[in-house]
């Protein structure tokens, strides 16, 4: 990260984000400083904001509450889970029978291939070769 010091800013990978720093000025006669900070007695409470930061993280946030959101996280979670799920069930696999990191990486690979041939043949025996994502089904 470079730091420019004419605009108080640091540079990461070419994105500019501003950080603005506040403090309290005295904290120590406040009655809700416990439920407000947990600095050591004499120090204040101190927030960092960024508005880059919030309004990237508001986007990230209404893009995952949207309609595509939720339907990506929902078949997220049932590939990846389901992907183990298969492999340690089905597969009867409980541990890998090999030492070694290039061998445990090998022995893994041929599991996830196996685990994707088989996930294709049952996709061509039901026609869903061209269904890429699951949808809500709704009685």
């Known amino acids: 990260m470079s730091y420019d010091p004419k605009s108080d800013t640091f540079t990461c990978a070419g994105f500019k984000s ?3 720093n506040y403090e ?12 407000c ?5 004499g120090n204040n409470k101190k927030i960092s904001f960024s508005s880059d930061f919030s309004e990237l993280r508001d986007l990230s946030s209404r893009n995952i509450r949207s309609e595509e959101g939720i339907l990506l996280r929902m078949n997220r979670s049932i590939q ?5 799920g298969v492999i340690k069930q089905d597969f009867g696999f409980k541990r890998f029978l090999t030492r070694g990191k290039e061998k445990v990486r090998t022995e893994f690979l041929l ?3 196996a685990y994707n041939i088989k996930k294709y043949h049952n996709k061509q025996q039901n026609n869903k070769t061209g269904v890429l994502f699951y949808y809500k089904e709704i009685a």
């Open 18 to 20: 501003e950080i603005r």
């Open 24 to 35: 309290c000025e005295d904290c120590s006669a406040c009655s809700l400083r416990n439920q």
């Open 37 to 41: 900070t947990k600095a050591k007695a």
């Open 80 to 84: 990846v889970e389901g992907a183990f």
């Open 111 to 113: 599991l996830a291939f």
